[in-house]
T-cell receptor
């Protein structure tokens, strides 16, 4: 699976949009981009995923560049409860043993400030 | 409610003792995973299972063992051979063979060995 690179930490003001970048320059054509977040001492929570097109759900938007080498997770109106570590992961879409592995790096600690 | 349940939330054991962490899911998912998380670190994969009666080693399987006798259950045993067992352990599951499906995580078990 392709590796990802994320900033160690970011700050955002409450009510503003939080834009979290992720670099995945070695991504393959059959690899999806996933985002999870982890609030302190809890299990990770799924946010969103995409392949080529931009995606939006009730939690966030995912913008993937045309060459798919990077992506940005957007939380449109950050709240204090969005303070968490955000993980960007790439995951192969094919069947088989390696398909089941989710490789988590250290992620980005997003701190939303009042 | 559907979900993935880990128990107990906190566990204390004496050095040299084996301990088994429970993970149960009622989501009818085929794949299940165990991860370990150390302070300030990302998640590292210990074992994963694609289907009942089958499991594969992850990146840090030494000192751990698992079983998958039922679809709903994937217990993890931390043996005395694991040199640094104190950690936060997370179990997850995903629906099946396609890579474009998200994983759901339990709330974790914090194991402390004294």
């Amino acid at each position: 699976d392709a590796k990802t690179t994320q900033p160690t930490s970011m700050d955002c003001a409450e009510g503003r949009a939080a834009n979290l970048p992720c670099n995945h320059s070695t991504i393959s054509g059959n690899e999806y981009v996933y985002w999870y977040r982890q609030i302190h001492s809890q299990g990770p929570q799924y946010i969103i995923h995409g392949l080529k097109n931009n995606e939006t759900n009730e939690m966030a938007s995912l913008i993937i560049t045309e060459d798919r080498k990077s992506s940005t997770l957007i939380l449109p109106h950050a709240t204090l409860r969005d303070t968490a570590v955000y993980y960007c992961i790439v995951r192969v879409a094919r069947s088989g043993g390696s398909n089941y592995k989710l490789t988590f790096g250290k992620g980005t600690l997003l701190t939303v400030n009042p | 409610d559907g979900g993935i349940t880990q128990s107990p939330k906190y566990l204390f054991r004496k050095e040299g003792q084996n301990v088994t962490l429970s993970c149960e899911q009622n989501l009818n998912h085929d794949a299940m995973y165990w991860y370990r998380q150390d302070p300030g670190q990302g998640l590292r994969l210990i074992y994963y299972s694609q289907i009942v009666n089958d499991f594969q080693k992850g990146d840090i399987a030494e000192g751990y063992s698992v079983s998958r006798e039922k679809k709903e259950s994937f217990p993890l045993t931390v043996t005395s051979a694991q040199k640094n067992p104190t950690a936060f352990y997370l179990c997850a599951s995903s629906i099946g063979v396609q890579g474009n499906t998200e994983a759901f995580f339990g709330q974790g078990t914090r194991l402390t060995v004294v």
